[in-house]
């Protein structure tokens, strides 16, 4: 094995271990030498891998903000609305439910980043969020969705994901797939447009129960 490749190996072990201390304990309750402390390492040789501690946390920023994206862009534009969100919110849902350490330092820590880095990722947390306004406005446009705010509704449906990392469980009763499909069905059922009749039936059976 090349050198190259052991500390390319070595920079993945402080990414884990780093992401795993960050979302256990907090990102400012971590320090280079709790750290270094976690992979057995003297604080020296941990500086010969990474160069500060923020640099740590936008890298692991970035690779969940990356996996995000790279499941919107999988996303055809030219899918039904419905649809289209759907998808969108499974893709959601698998970057939080298969890389909860990653996930988690992002909701929770990006605040801590540097001014720039910070404006950086709100410009990209922007564009993301335009793929899944446009999904909802272009459903409301054909008829789809019945929803008087599309910039509300979208924030409705990445706010009911977003906090998905603090409770979920690989080893609970639901799996990623399963709450993916859980999500969808309740979501797109909140958005969908619906007629008179089927508004007063709903109307009716929630006074009878």
């Known amino acids: 094995m090349t050198k190259t490749a052991v500390r390319a190996g070595r920079r993945e072990e402080i990414l884990q271990a780093a ?81 909860l350490d990653h996930a988690t330092v992002f909701f929770q820590d990006w605040v801590h980043l540097s001014p720039e880095r910070r404006e950086q990722m709100v410009r990209r947390r922007d564009a993301y969020q335009e793929r899944f ?33 603090q409770w979920y469980d690989p080893a609970g009763r639901l799996s990623g797939d399963e709450l993916a499909a859980g999500y969808a069905e309740l979501l797109l059922d909140g958005l969908l447009a619906r007629g008179p009749r089927d508004g007063a039936r709903r109307g009716r059976e929630g006074s009878e129960s």
């Open 19 to 99: 992401g795993e201390l960050f979302r256990e304990r907090g990102y400012h309750a971590i320090g280079m030498r709790e750290l270094a402390q976690a992979l057995e390492l003297r604080g020296s040789s941990l500086y010969a891998h990474i160069a500060s501690k923020e640099d740590l946390l936008w890298e692991l920023v970035d690779r969940a903000a990356q996996a995000f994206v790279r499941e919107a862009e999988a996303v055809p534009d030219d899918l039904p609305p419905d649809e289209r969100l759907r998808r969108l919110i499974a893709g959601h849902l698998h970057v939080i439910t298969t890389g």
């Open 133 to 165: 306004r446009r999904a909802i406005a272009d459903g409301v446009e054909q008829g789809v969705f019945g929803v008087a705010d599309v910039d509300l509704a979208t924030l409705l449906v990445l706010s009911a994901m977003n906090f998905v990392y």
